[in-house]
């Protein structure tokens, strides 16, 4: 009996071998580490009876596409919602109360006190989602257009927002006491849009360090902050009683040495350690087997369609390779195509997820579907952009998601809702411009296609993430096209207030042949073409961004590669699709009795031992393959012929 363990006790370190394969075809063993608890997470019988994806780039990179349904819905909302909303301070409170001199230190120790004694998990009890009202709000996302819904699950403050069994910091034992992932799907698939969940919490143990640290100047100087002191036997008799605070805050990986004697010193010091985006795991500690357990369960609790890494490519080097082929072969298993984002791939992992540029911009037409995500203001509520009125306007978005969708993206826009759970009336407001322009031009985004070019117009924008504070708006003449059933939109995204003439520079007579123009939601308009372009005169009292209908004898060379512009499938679609927008794998090679022969004689080469382990054989299958008494033809599932091609591929020589 006293071996026994509670949930929430320390967990047992234990050995799990999950197979991956690289690029030359040779396995290895990850060794990982978690719970006995967990034993049965990481060696699932849905995983080792799929096994089509292995934790490799190159496994990724083969096996992952991006759906067709992601690529028809365009436009999807996210709630990224949280106790970091309580404050109404805006984004990372967790990680600036404790960081003297930061405004959010101020305001922390205004309203709750020093951080020595009120840190950030008495924020996280102080989420208690009283006013929230998910369906109510879900009808309001739908009105406005989305047509998929995103979740956070866990952000940087290390609170799982669901029903964890591997983190005992979650929703349903701290703050609102609910399972807000499980009652955000169930109202998100009861109204009809795909559902996804957002995963950031590999950054959490460098993220919190500064909660270990003290205040380099005034009054309480030297004293260090909650997360350095508490343990779990404090908890007795409080709020917290059972928990570890130090699950919670992560352990101290990198802790701000003693004499630290200015605030610059201080903020100089964290810049340089604990400030830097990293995604390897902690120099010790369980949290990264920890992650994967937490990782692994959320997705095999509520099966989304859609998964967001806050991550440049995947946290934990080999950890994070097997979350991702875990997600994709439980998927696999239900027949549930699906959607993974990450950012900043590089040459190994590019085409292994679809990449997502956190609140920026691409300044060309991709060959492959990707996401832009942002947020009407900070991504966790700020009070300051509602009294300042600084939230983009329903234009704003209209414009990006314009722009965007012609490059063939997808647009994922955070509307941050207080800790209570409600929305302002701004951001109402706003939604309700987005979803009246979508009622009316929502032909020209969902199930649209890109044009052999996104647009026209002055305005240069500048790729990479994290720019949009440098945009200084689109200006007038820029225009952006999109395809949907034979027909070109050209977007106009700043029209003249009393209408005229605007002239589509990239249709000129020698390059289509215009029949009809007409306005979206309008009657036809009269136009004109020369070599010059198509000239089209447009009424005034234009809304924002009036779209144009454009019929005729249309270049539409490259749509074809990018996938199909009728958006409802058909024959448009299946003339498209010998265009993949990812190259298919090889052709298998074929295999004569020479082949066969050979592979017999040098079984026990070290070549074909290499293949045959690869393939999971046990010595006595080699043994027996040795001896030949599995050379018999099998068909494409017999041992030879599978290790037969596939070293054929790879070009090893069978003699």
Request: glycine fraction near 12%; include cysteine; hydrophobic fraction near 35%.
């Amino acid at each position: 009996m006293a071996n026994r363990r509670r949930d929430g006790d320390e967990q047992l370190d234990f050995v799990a071998e999950f197979e991956t394969r690289g690029s030359s075809g040779l396995s290895r063993r990850v060794v990982l580490a978690g719970g006995a608890a967990a034993t049965g997470a990481l060696a699932t019988p849905s995983i080792a009876a799929t096994q089509k994806v292995y934790a490799s780039w190159q496994s990724l990179r083969d096996n992952y596409r991006t759906p067709d349904w992601y690529r028809d819905c365009k436009f999807g909302i996210w709630s990224h919602w949280g106790p970091q909303s309580v404050p109404e301070q805006g984004d990372w409170y967790g990680r600036f109360l404790y960081m003297q001199g930061h405004p959010m230190y101020a305001h922390h120790l205004a309203r709750y006190g020093h951080p020595a004694d009120t840190g950030m998990m008495d924020i996280l009890h102080r989420w208690t989602a009283e006013r929230w009202q998910p369906e109510a709000l879900m009808k309001k996302f739908v009105a406005a257009g989305a047509r998929y819904f995103v979740s956070l699950a866990s952000h940087h403050d290390n609170l799982d927002c669901y029903a964890s069994r591997h983190h005992p910091w979650n929703s349903l034992r701290v703050g609102p006491r609910r399972d807000v992932v499980g009652i955000w799907a169930r109202a998100a698939r009861r109204a009809g849009l795909k559902f996804g969940v957002s995963n950031h919490a590999s950054h959490s143990w460098h993220w919190y360090q500064p909660a270990y640290g003290y205040d380099p100047e005034g009054p309480r100087r030297g004293q260090r902050y909650d997360a350095f002191r508490l343990r779990k036997s404090d908890g007795r008799g409080r709020w917290w009683e059972g928990l570890d605070p130090q699950q919670l805050y992560t352990g101290p990986s990198m802790v701000a040495p003693d004499g630290l004697a200015t605030i610059k010193a201080m903020n100089d010091w964290h810049d340089a350690h604990d400030g830097q985006w990293t995604e390897e795991a902690p120099p010790y500690g369980p949290f990264a087997r920890q992650w994967l357990l937490r990782q692994k369960d959320l997705v095999e609790r509520y099966r989304p369609d859609f998964l967001y890494f806050d991550n440049y490519e995947l946290p934990f080097g080999s950890i994070g390779l097997v979350a991702a082929a875990h997600y994709l072969n439980q998927a696999a298993a239900r027949g549930q195509p699906v959607v993974m984002t990450a950012k900043k791939p590089t040459a190994r992992s590019e085409g292994a997820f679809t990449e997502d540029v956190e609140r920026g911009f691409s300044d060309r037409l991709r060959a492959v579907p990707w996401q832009t995500d942002t947020c009407l203001g900070d991504w966790f509520y700020n009070r300051g952009r509602f009294t300042d009125k600084s939230y983009k306007s329903a234009r704003d978005v209209i414009q990006r998601l314009a722009d965007v969708v012609a490059k063939n993206g997808n647009l994922l826009l955070s509307v941050p809702q207080r800790g209570d759970g409600t929305i302002d009336s701004e951001e109402d407001a706003i939604l309700d411009g987005i979803g009246g322009w979508l009622r009316v031009n929502g032909e020209a985004i969902y199930a649209s296609r890109p044009w052999r070019q996104f647009g026209e117009g002055p305005t240069s924008l500048t790729a990479g993430m994290q720019n949009e504070g440098a945009f200084k708006g689109f200006a007038a003449g820029d225009i952006r096209f999109t395809t949907r059933g034979g027909s070109l939109y050209a977007l106009v995204l700043v029209p003249e207030p009393n209408g005229g003439r605007i002239t589509v520079n990239s249709l000129p007579t020698g390059r289509a042949s215009v029949a009809a123009v007409r306005m979206v939601g309008g009657g036809p308009l009269p136009f004109r073409q020369d070599d010059g372009g198509l000239h089209v005169t447009l009424p005034a009292g234009l809304g924002i961004v009036p779209v144009l209908k454009i019929d005729g004898e249309l270049e539409h060379e490259v749509a074809g590669i990018f996938g199909s512009g009728d958006g409802g499938g058909g024959e448009t679609r299946r003339r498209a699709s010998r265009y993949r927008h990812r190259p298919r794998r090889p052709p298998r090679p074929r295999l004569r009795p020479a082949h066969l022969r050979a592979i017999r004689r040098a079984s026990r080469h070290r070549h074909l031992r290499r293949h045959l382990g690869g393939q999971g054989q046990r010595h006595s299958e080699r043994r027996r393959l040795s001896q030949g008494r599995h050379c018999r033809p099998q068909g494409t599932k017999g041992p030879i012929r599978a290790v037969a091609r596939r070293m054929l591929r790879r070009r090893i020589s069978l003699a």
